[in-house]
């Protein structure tokens, strides 16, 4: 089909490579789903609305970016490079991605996120990635990023917590595990293929409760390893496709474009707050949706009221100090069964986002 306003979700095919794109074709026509080919850039605004998903390449990627941001109910896109590859990672985060794929090689893999397009992403097992983020220091955003995978994994869920903040001593440390056999970051190798989430669990140390931790690594060497972004926007994207809930623990700056969710700890303290308002001032202006935890340090000078004046936000969980949890922590890592003014935070985080 080939007419610019389907009668039902087509699938939109937006790719400039001639072969490439006679494969995606091919591809798509396999589903049940009519299949439009858009080969002038200037028809993808058009093409977007009421699309069921997008396949696009390196070609069409930023235009397709373009028509994104002036789309305000998105589209599930799938970026395709030809076969051997590489994949064009920096192009696919332009286009806000959720998986990449070397066709026809995976064409399979294809099929089956088309297949998961379909469903509501807040539906979608994984759909709930939550990047924490603290709007100054020392508010604890590493132990409620700990604490919010905890959580999710009390009803026999399980979680995926990964390290993202640069010179983190570890998030193995604060977990327990750091004895624990498994990759940590500078071990993981995931080639150029696609990254299965199955896989990436496997590979990592998990606690008792089935968190799995992907940790920073302690080096005393003098070039130790630093995080490429875009390896972390794939492990996230991938964690985001499977089953569980993902947690970032990441700085305001380095927030992977497929979290669903950021978790702002603010301290009540006027500084902290400032600092919140203007990162909220980003999220807004890039239609993500965020949560405000208040931090109730021992001295602290506002109330949860004057902080939201503020930020102009309402505070949706306040957290105040757990004596003895930093000892705690120290000895053997974050309990298990949670100090229940944490606990009660993280669950109020997790109702909100609907993990």
């Keep these: 089909m080939n007419a610019l306003q389907p009668e039902s979700a087509a699938i939109v095919v937006a790719v400039g490579d001639?072969?490439?794109?006679?494969?995606?074709?091919?591809?798509?026509?396999?589903t049940s789903h009519d299949v439009l080919t858009v080969t002038d850039p200037r028809d993808i605004p058009r093409s977007l609305p009421g699309a069921y998903a997008v396949l696009v390449d390196s070609l069409m990627a930023r235009v397709v970016a373009a028509a994104q941001r002036a789309h305000t109910v998105p589209v599930p896109v799938l970026f395709l490079a030809a076969d051997p590859g590489p994949i064009d990672y920096?192009?696919?985060?332009?286009?806000?991605?959720?998986?990449?794929?070397?066709?026809?090689?995976?064409?399979?893999?294809?099929?089956?996120?088309?297949?998961?397009?379909?469903?509501?992403?807040?539906?979608?097992?994984?759909s709930a990635t939550i990047a924490v983020v603290g709007a100054s220091g020392g508010v604890g955003a590493s132990t409620f990023a700990a604490a919010l995978a905890r959580t999710q994994c009390t009803d026999d869920g399980r979680a995926l917590l990964i390290d993202a903040t640069p010179y983190s001593g570890g998030l193995d440390l604060l977990l327990g595990i750091e004895a624990e056999p498994g990759a940590r970051w500078p071990e993981l190798t995931v080639g150029d293929g696609s990254i299965d989430a199955a896989d990436l669990y496997r590979a990592l140390p998990s606690t008792p409760d089935r968190v799995a931790v992907l940790s920073a690594a302690r080096s005393t060497v003098a070039d130790p390893f630093r995080l490429d972004q875009d390896l972390l926007a794939r492990v996230v994207g991938a964690a985001h496709a499977g089953e569980g809930l993902c947690v970032v623990d990441c700085t305001p700056d380095a927030i992977p474009d497929a979290c669903t969710h950021v978790v702002i700890l603010v301290a009540a303290e006027v500084r902290s707050a400032a600092s919140a308002a203007q990162l909220i001032v980003r999220l807004e202006a890039a239609r993500c949706r965020y949560v405000v935890v208040l931090r109730q340090r021992q001295w602290a000078s506002l109330?949860?009221?004057?902080?939201?004046?503020?930020?102009?936000?309402?505070?949706?969980?306040?957290?105040?100090?757990v004596r003895g949890l930093t000892r705690t922590v120290e000895i053997g890592g974050l309990p298990q069964r949670l100090p229940t003014p944490l606990r009660k935070a993280a669950s109020a985080v997790l109702q909100?986002?609907?993990a």
Excluded at 18 to 30: D, I, K, N, P
Excluded at 104 to 119: D, F, N, R, Y
Excluded at 310 to 317: D, G, K, S, Y
């Design 18 to 30: 001639e072969a490439l794109r006679a494969e995606a074709v091919h591809a798509a026509a396999a």
């Design 90 to 126: 920096e192009a696919a985060l332009a286009c806000h991605s959720e998986s990449a794929f070397i066709i026809p090689a995976q064409v399979k893999e294809l099929l089956a996120s088309i297949a998961a397009a379909g469903t509501p992403q807040e539906a979608r097992p994984g």
């Design 303 to 321: 109330s949860a009221a004057e902080v939201e004046t503020i930020i102009h936000t309402p505070v949706l969980a306040e957290l105040p100090t």
């Design 352 to 354: 909100e986002v609907g």
